[in-house]
C-alpha cells in the first residue's frame, strides 16, 4: 500500500516573491536566511540530506545565526542509504545540537522489511514509486507536522538542466515557501565556504561521490563528469520527485 499524499493547501503567502527575488539575486546566502529567520519565525524548516549544500545552510543557521528557537532539521531516512550517511547525520546532529526530525516510510522499518513488501529492487522496477515511498510522501508528512510555512533546499542552478532557472523563493505545489539561498552560488564558492569555516561533510565525498543519495542508485563521479552525473546513472532521471 502506498499512502496518498493528503498535504493541505496553505492560504496564498502574503510576500511579494518577485520582489524578494530581485533584491535578493545577489545576496549572500546569509542575508537570505536572515531574512527567513526575521519574516518567518515560526514554521520555517531546512529539508537536506546533508550534501555539502545542505551543510552550508545548516552552518549559517547553527553556528552562525543561531535564532531561538532553532531550525527545525527535516531529513528522509529512505532506509537506503550509505551507512556512512546516516553515521554523519549523526556526527552533524552532535556538532550543531541539531533540531533534527527523521521521517521514513510507515510501510517498513528497514531495509529488509521494505524488501520483503515491495521487491528485492523496486528502485529498478518502478523507480517513481519506491522515490514516492521513500522520499515523497515522507517528506510531505514531515512538512505538514511541523506546521511549515517556508521550507529550505540547498538546490543551485549550476546542478542540473532542470535546475538552471532556479528562483531563490517560489511556491510549492501547496502554496508552502520554497526558499534555495544558494540558487546562484557555484560548486566552487559552495566549497569555498566549507574551507572557510571548516564545515564538516560527508566522508564519501573524498571517494568520488560528489553528490550522495540512495546506496543503490548513486556512483562515484569519474574526474570531468558533471557534479551529479553519479546519481541515477545510465537513465534520464535528474529529480527524485521532492522538488517536481
Not at 90 to 115: C, I, V
Not at 194 to 218: A, K, R
Request: aromatic share 10%; glycine share 4%; with cysteine.
Amino acid at each position: 500500500m502506498v499512502h496518498a499524499i493528503e498535504a493541505p493547501k496553505l492560504q496564498t503567502t502574503s510576500f511579494d516573491l518577485e520582489e524578494l527575488n530581485q533584491r535578493m539575486a545577489s545576496a549572500h546566502p546569509r542575508e537570505i536566511l536572515a531574512w527567513c529567520i526575521n519574516n518567518i519565525p515560526t514554521g520555517l524548516v531546512q529539508s537536506t540530506a546533508f550534501g555539502v549544500t545542505g551543510m552550508v545552510i545548516m552552518d549559517i543557521l547553527y553556528r552562525d545565526l543561531k535564532p531561538n528557537p532553532p531550525v527545525p532539521v527535516l531529513f528522509l531516512d529512505t532506509l537506503h542509504h550509505f551507512h556512512e550517511t546516516l553515521e554523519f547525520v549523526e556526527k552533524a546532529k552532535a556538532t550543531y545540537n541539531l533540531d533534527l526530525r527523521t521521517y521514513k516510510t510507515l510501510e517498513a522499518s528497514d531495509r529488509q522489511e521494505f524488501a520483503k513488501r515491495y521487491g528485492v529492487a523496486l528502485w529498478h522496477s518502478n523507480i517513481e514509486k519506491f522515490h514516492h515511498i521513500t522520499k515523497v510522501e515522507p517528506l510531505q508528512r514531515g512538512l505538514n507536522e511541523l506546521n511549515t510555512i517556508a521550507w529550505i533546499t540547498g538546490r543551485r542552478r549550476d546542478q542540473s538542466e532542470t535546475r538552471a532557472e532556479l528562483p531563490i523563493f517560489e511556491l510549492d505545489k501547496y502554496n508552502r515557501i520554497k526558499v534555495n539561498p544558494l540558487a546562484h552560488w557555484t560548486r566552487k564558492e559552495t566549497w569555498a565556504y566549507m574551507m572557510q569555516f571548516d564545515v564538516i561533510y560527508h566522508p564519501l565525498l573524498n571517494q568520488g561521490y560528489t553528490s550522495i543519495g540512495d546506496e543503490p542508485l548513486t556512483t562515484p563521479v569519474l574526474p570531468g563528469e558533471h557534479e551529479r552525473a553519479g546519481r541515477w546513472r545510465g537513465s534520464q532521471k535528474t529529480e527524485c520527485g521532492i522538488h517536481i
